[in-house]
């Protein structure tokens, strides 16, 4: 029997670090317990009024967030304020699909026009690996706007 997994990050801002994440995937922030959003309501804003009416201190309001995948295929983004900065490369990346069934030239463009989306986003670019058949396709190395590094593949 397989399980459902939920991803989680380390945050010094979750609520910016989950909204890029959001934008990178088409995510969304669910809204809080109990709470039903009319169409078009902003989550964290029902967020923070549902944390100021429960009694969430201000300074405790962007401890944590979440996204989900809209079409409840993809896992559970978790993400966790820490007082710590990242030191090191993380040994665990997302790897983001960005241009399913192409290769070659065709491949490269949409990964770089993927990549200028994100950096646009906030993310920066790392590094470029050109496609090596039949092993490697070609991907780029990003970090999302907390350093946390990922690919585009």
Request: charged share 30%; glycine share 8%; hydrophobic share 40%.
């Amino acid at each position: 029997m397989s399980r459902e997994i939920q991803v989680t990050f380390d945050a010094h801002d979750p609520a910016a670090l989950s909204s890029f994440w959001r934008d990178a995937l088409g995510y969304v922030h669910p809204g809080p317990p109990g709470v039903e959003l009319p169409e078009g309501a902003d989550p964290l804003a029902a967020w923070e009024e549902f944390l100021e009416r429960v009694g969430v201190p201000k300074e405790e309001r962007n401890t944590r967030s979440a996204l989900e995948d809209p079409e409840g295929r993809g896992p559970r983004l978790f993400f966790q304020q820490v007082p710590e900065d990242k030191v090191a490369k993380n040994r665990v990346h997302l790897d983001v699909r960005a241009a399913p069934g192409l290769q070659g030239e065709e491949r490269m463009a949409a990964l770089e026009a993927e990549c200028d989306r994100l950096v646009a986003l906030g993310a920066r670019r790392v590094s470029r690996s050109e496609p090596e058949p039949p092993m490697s396709f070609g991907f780029i190395v990003m970090a999302d706007p907390e350093g946390n590094e990922f690919c585009l593949d």
